[in-house]
């Protein structure tokens, strides 16, 4: 891995984009992603003990880590808005702590990652903490002679998070897993104070065959020996192989959280039915943290009701960009729903979330009447409304099973509200682009993307596939109605120029979350939206 020689700039003059423009040189190209897919080899076998040398190489022992008093949570969905719940809780309930958030992916800028108190690192602090591990890391070069001088994108920034919240001194923290759990880079902190696995399900990095039962393997490798061990429901073979993980870890016990009564009166700050299932996780493994940080080495009896100072941190829990309603502050009439969903589990969930009367069914562009509180005010003055999709996802995940998920559920849904909208009408215009961010080619630096290669940023072949699984999946569709465009800005640019012909325009946003933040950063949604 070519290392930039940019680490001979004197510290004063280092700034935020120097240590983005470093940090993206870490990412994995494109043609090494190809020829490892090509070998059908893995890119990093075995990373644990890379990830435990890097640590030593910054200064810091596994050991050091449990001085952060960590909350570990993996999961397939539902994970981050899990961390958000936890976080929201801890920060509310003890208000003068505090917090360290880690998570994964960022949506417009990499400080989003690593949050203190809730907050994302200022620049300043990005830049000053990103710049210590990077100069220890060139100074005290590998002890193994085939690991490498750097760490990968992901290694260094969960390198970075913990050099952050040591120095920080942070009361608690929150880590969620990158990907799986055993393995992952996170999992290297030998006593968290409580686990938890949020829902389980194939994602986008499951091969063909994989099942459930091999996922939660995988992600029930974040267990440890004196730790308490959670999980939401899961399928049934799921559930056997958590449960027959946590006794090989070890673990103190072992509890399959319930959703508790009276969750759905709480109105979450988080969107979607699903999110009950994640908030009742967060629920248990934040009263766990809290009885064990009060010096309580039993075990706690498991909540059979929220308690009253858990309710605030509940209601104010932010997490960008999944089941997100943002209106445009400078284009009144366009309000976009943003959601990052990439698997198929994670498009149903958006699209029940979406296909609900009090969120994109509010405006009808059939009726052309005001739509309030799922029902119609016939006397209301009329308005044209039109919905618009922009999608797109990552090649190798299949565009056809994700379009078609979203369109058999929301058939589903319009008959169980008994809806007279049809489905093959839910949006008036679809629009399929590229991740890359501006019209002229080039990238937001936080959102570049060396995993994208040249060819792909400008042939739209993609792009040009799920237009066609669209036409395939909705044969009556007008065909002019369907835009494949080059950038995030183009697709912003044509949902403006749609906007002039309507009173109301609603935009759903979905299929990577890499699209939802370049319309947050594109359409300058960042005031409202994060």
């Known amino acids: 891995m070519p290392v930039p020689s940019l680490h001979l700039k004197p510290m004063a003059t280092r700034n935020y984009q120097d240590a983005i423009e470093y940090l993206n040189t870490l990412q994995t190209s494109a043609d090494t992603l190809g020829a490892a897919k090509a070998a059908r080899s893995r890119l990093n076998p075995n990373p644990i003990p890379k990830m435990i040398e890097f640590l030593e190489r910054i200064g810091y022992t596994c050991e050091d880590l449990n001085k952060l008093n960590v909350i570990h949570v993996t999961g397939t969905k539902g994970k981050g808005s899990t961390c958000a719940f936890i976080d929201s809780i801890v920060r509310h309930v003890r208000p003068n702590w505090k917090t360290g958030l ?30 210590e591990v990077w100069d220890r890391l060139q100074q005290n070069g590998p002890r193994t002679p085939e690991f490498p001088v750097m760490p990968s994108y992901f290694r260094y920034l969960t390198l970075m998070a913990f050099h952050t919240f040591l120095a920080e001194g942070v009361n608690a923290t929150i880590l969620e897993v990158g990907v799986g759990g055993e393995s ?36 029930g490798g974040i267990y440890k020996s004196g730790v308490p061990a959670l999980s939401v429901s899961q399928p049934e073979e ?10 090989a870890s070890q673990a103190s016990y072992f509890m399959e959280v319930p959703i508790l009564p009276g969750i759905e009166n709480v109105t979450l700050g988080l969107a979607g039915e699903h999110q009950l299932q994640n908030a009742a996780l967060a629920i248990q493994m934040a009263n766990i943290f809290l009885h064990s940080m009060d010096g309580l080495h039993d075990r706690p009896e498991p909540l ?53 009367a009090r969120v994109g069914l509010c405006s009808s562009p059939t009726s052309t009447t005001i739509v309030a ?15 618009v999709l922009i999608f797109n996802c990552t090649k190798g995940r299949s565009g056809l099973e994700l379009l ?102 609603s935009v759903l946003v979905t299929g990577s979350l890499h699209l939802v933040g370049g319309v947050i950063e594109v359409a300058e949604l960042s005031s409202v939206a994060l």
């Not at 559930?239 to 006794?247: C, F, G, H, S, T």
């Not at 029902?375 to 919905?387: N, P």
């Open 102 to 131: 880690y998570t994964s992916p960022h949506l417009v800028a990499v400080r989003e990652r690593i949050r203190i108190g809730g907050v994302p690192l200022s620049e300043d602090d990005f830049t000053r903490y990103f710049f």
């Open 184 to 219: 992952d880079s996170t999992n290297i902190v030998p006593r968290p104070i409580v686990t938890g696995i949020a829902a389980l399900g194939l994602d986008h990095t499951s091969v063909l065959g994989k099942t459930i039962a091999a996922i939660a393997e995988k992600k």
């Open 238 to 247: 799921g559930m056997l192989v958590l449960k027959e993980r946590a006794e």
């Open 304 to 356: 059979s009701h929220i308690p009253e100072s858990f309710i605030t941190g509940l209601e104010n829990a932010k997490w960008p960009g999944r089941c997100q309603t943002v209106s445009d502050p400078k284009y009144q009439s366009i309000t976009w729903y943003l959601d990052g969903a990439h698997t198929t589990e994670s498009v149903l969930c958006c699209t029940r979330w979406f296909v609900n």
């Open 373 to 387: 509180n799922g029902t119609s005010d016939l006397t209301a003055e009329k308005f044209r409304c039109t919905r």
């Open 404 to 505: 078609g998920t979203m369109l058999e559920e929301t058939q589903k849904l319009l008959l169980q509200y008994g809806s007279t909208e049809h489905v093959e009408k839910i949006f008036q215009q679809v629009i399929f682009c590229n991740n890359v961010t501006y019209a002229d080619g080039r990238f937001k630096g936080d959102l570049t993307s060396r995993a994208m290669s040249a060819d792909a940023r400008t042939d739209l072949k993609a792009q040009h596939e799920l237009a066609d699984a669209w036409s395939q999946l909705v044969t009556a569709f007008p065909t002019d109605s369907i835009h494949v465009v080059p950038s995030i800005e183009h697709a912003v640019q044509t949902v403006r120029g749609i906007s002039k012909a309507f009173d109301r325009v």
